[in-house]
């Protein structure tokens, strides 16, 4: 059976690079996978997804309504719109963050007040992630994807600590960024296996990287 | 971009890379391209390729010339576009399918199925049959790699350019490519002879080409019954048997894997025979393309009774889903229950304009005319007919503004009461379509204020360079940057009516557009902001809104900034009896450019600079 993951959010949040890391890591473990891409317009601003489907072999690249196993979604509205794509058994991982756009500024439309509240009121399994907080703790606002695909590494059928070499491969750079983008991908793990970040106000305490040698 | 000569290995491509990729190992010396979704990559990426000479040509119509020279003077070239730049090309198209070709020459055009990023959706395979030329439909990544390596060599042997017809779905979807071998002898030495009767395509000429047609269709044709790319794939339910091209054959895997598939990759001239071999070995046949009843329509004629559109969604993609469904239809099957839950309504998220855009400036005004009827282009300044702007009356096509903004001005000519016309057009549009319609307004004295929105890039397909800032294609220092004050008054604009303008600067920007807008005969403005993504932008730091100065009048939300963040609402009831709706807002840190937009519409001076640390430079000790 193919797995059939769909990666959502908003233009220039990096949807692209984490489908492309998510199809790279079932390639290299001998899966068969392909990814889709969308370009243009909706880069400025707009929805994004890529759908990426992962299993022995890969036909169709699109993904049906009603057939997601996992939703990454990389925005919380996001996360809403695209919910009655998950199959009754998937699962949504989702960063809590919130891309306000001019259209709910100017007071046209309303952004929800709880995206994940309302998928698990409508029965999805949807597991909110704090990526943001998380990698701001860790000393860098851009850690956030980092955080997002170590949540989602335990609900899909690849190793973790292959996507994790992946993820180092691709963002790690020099050993302090190696080491702030593990630390990242485990915090998000660890998220994931808690059952998410809860809601309303708290304090989430994290080690910080131990860098070696440096301040 | 580089592969290692160790084969066969595979890689993770996209469509567009793929095909590129192939092209290069089939020896392609020239390739001329004007970006367009889904084609852009094509070119984007041959250019990484040593020995490929890549240009951004102004427009489709030009690239394909530029292709059909090296071809003619036996160099293997290609050309790439978007559906809708081959109807810029069309002229060009339909004589050199009488030419024919030198070296092999390859139009690979994208049609973008399911229109993510057009202004239409077309189905460049018609070009196939209007023109006489093979069309080559991959269905994946994998096959416009292989389809480009020997499409070279298939429009040397019929001496006619081959069309490679790639759809979304191939060009910007990534799969593994295994790469084959080295291609032989890739591109044959092939010298330019002169050939009048070839190459000059007068009266004279063209009933001996039309015969040379008329042959190259049969040979073609015989060679499309027999090609590898034409391929039955059995399956044991013989109820339904479809035929289908391009990445549909996908889909019709996915849903339907026990039925009888012939995949048709080499579609046109249409293997009739084949088709009819098929058709008898099974119960019915539902024929499954993208996007119009073509091949369908041919089956029909040569009397085979198929199954096809009527079944289907007469626009848009086709998905295993649409597939599944249409073969139940057929076949009177009953449908399962759905599993999809409904959708939830979430506000819409159109693409804006980014924080900085010198375009935020030019709507802001325009916002504020509504009496003006705009004329807009394709660019990323077709936003401005979305909110909260929702200036513009038109677009229609590339360069269409000035034309259309010409009639307008006609049909008001003899009114007591005139509306001012506006057309908006960006550099590199302009560049491609727009010129001639400029000098058709000044010919005629249209009474028309053309907004020439100069950023100094191809800013909607990705930023691309064009003669308007000076770069070629990898970057380079281009001989040649437009004047477009000059330019603009050699197509016939007084100077008094050239003006230069920054869009930042709203209100110097209103008092010029209202001189304009004054003035009784053609003239232009041109904006002179570069797009955030150029190396010309220069990022301020952001600004910050003064809690006790704003008086959440909200005329800053009407810039439209993406940066520009309402931290809370309020209702107040006037004096009058009126209720005004209030907001506060606060600038995203991230987002801002600093550009002073925001800052300039408030009347109350609320934003501003945040201001600068001192810092005190000391003479080293």
Known sequence: MNTNILVVGVGGQGVMTAAELLARVALASGLDACKTEIAGMSQRGGVVSSQVRIGPHVHASEIAPGHVDLLLALEAAEALRWCHWLAPTGRAIVNTLRAVPPVVSSGKAHYPDDPVGEMSKLGYDACAVDAGTIALALGDARLANTVMLGAAADSLPLDPDALLAEVLQRFGGKEELRQRNAAAFEAGRAQTQMGGTQPGPQVIRLEKPQLAGLP | ?621
Not at chain 2, 190 to 207: A, C, F, L, Q, S
Not at chain 2, 586 to 592: A, G, S, T, V
């Open chain 2, 1 to 621: 971009m580089t592969v290692s000569p160790a084969r066969p290995q595979s890689r993770f491509l996209s469509g567009n890379e793929a095909l590129a990729i192939g092209a290069m190992e089939a020896g392609v010396s020239v390739a001329a391209a004007y970006p367009g979704t889904p084609s852009t990559e094509i070119v984007e990426t041959l250019a990484t390729f040593p020995g490929v000479q890549a240009e951004w040509s102004v427009n489709e119509k030009v690239a394909l010339e530029v292709a059909l020279g090296a071809s003619m003077m036996g160099r293997r070239a290609i050309t790439a576009m978007k559906h809708v730049g081959l109807n810029v090309a069309a002229d060009t198209l339909m004589s050199a399918g009488l030419t024919g070709v030198g070296a092999g020459l390859v139009i690979a055009v994208a049609d973008d199925v399911g229109f993510s990023s057009s202004q239409n959706e077309q189905d460049s395979r018609y070009w196939g049959r209007f023109v006489h030329l093979p069309v080559l439909e991959p269905a994946d990544a994998q096959e416009a790699y292989l389809m480009a390596r020997e499409a070279f060599t298939l429009s040397e042997r019929h001496q006619v350019p081959v069309l490679l017809r790639m759809t979304t779905r191939v060009c910007h979807v990534k799969r593994a490519v295994r790469l084959e071998a080295e291609l032989p002898s890739p591109a044959p030495r092939m010298e330019y002879v002169k050939d009048p009767e070839r190459w000059i395509v007068t009266p004279n000429h063209v009933g001996k080409r039309l015969e040379a047609r008329a042959r190259r269709a049969t040979a073609m044709l015989a060679e499309a019954e027999i090609s590898k790319w034409n391929v039955i794939k059995p399956g044991p339910d013989r109820r339904l048997g479809i035929i289908a091209s391009g990445p549909v054959c996908h889909a019709v895997r996915e849903a339907l894997p026990q039925a009888p598939l012939l995949s048709l990759g080499f579609s046109a001239p249409l293997p009739i025979a084949l088709a009819r071999r098929f058709a008898d070995s099974v119960d019915a046949v539902l024929v499954i393309e993208e996007t119009e009843p073509l091949v369908e329509t041919e089956l029909r004629a040569a009397g085979l009774a198929v199954h096809g559109r009527s079944v289907l969604s007469p626009f848009g993609e086709v998905t295993a889903e649409h597939v599944a469904r249409a073969a139940r239809t057929v076949l009177g099957e009953s449908e399962p229950p759905t599993v999809a839950g409904a959708a939830q309504q979430v506000f819409t998220r159109p693409p804006t304009l980014c924080a900085g855009c010198g375009y935020l400036g030019v709507y802001y005004w325009l916002s504020r005319t509504p009496n003006a009827i705009v004329c807009g282009d394709i660019g990323c300044y077709t936003l401005g007919a979305s909110p909260p702007w929702n200036s513009v009356d038109t677009v229609l096509a590339m360069g269409a503004s000035l034309g259309m903004a010409g009639g307008v001005a006609k049909a008001m000519e003899n009114e007591t009461k005139k509306r001012p016309v506006i057309a908006v057009i960006g550099d590199s549009t302009f560049l491609h379509t727009g010129m001639q319609g400029l000098l058709n307004l000044t010919y005629h004295g249209a009474n028309v204020t053309v907004l020439l929105l100069d950023n100094r890039a191809t800013a909607m397909t990705g930023c691309q360079n064009n003669p308007a800032n000076g770069r070629d294609l990898a970057g380079n220092a281009a001989p040649v940057r437009v004047d477009f004050v000059k330019l603009v008054e050699a197509l016939g604009v007084r100077p008094e009516r050239i003006r230069s303008t920054d869009p930042y600067e709203l209100p110097t920007f209103l008092k010029v557009l209202r001189e304009e807008l004054k003035a009784n005969e053609p003239s232009v403005i041109i904006t002179t902001r570069p797009c955030v993504f150029t190396p010309e932008f220069n990022r301020e730091s952001p600004l910050v809104v003064d809690e006790a100065m704003c008086n959440g009048c909200t005329t800053c939300l009407d810039v439209g900034c993406p940066a520009v963040l309402v931290t809370r609402r309020e209702q107040q009831v006037r004096a009058s009896g009126t209720t005004v709706d209030l907001a506060w807002v606060k600038i995203d840190e991230q987002l801002c450019t600093g550009c002073g937009i925001c800052a300039k519409a408030c009347s109350r001076g609320a934003i501003a600079q945040k201001p600068r640390k001192r810092v005190i430079e000391l003479e080293p000790a």
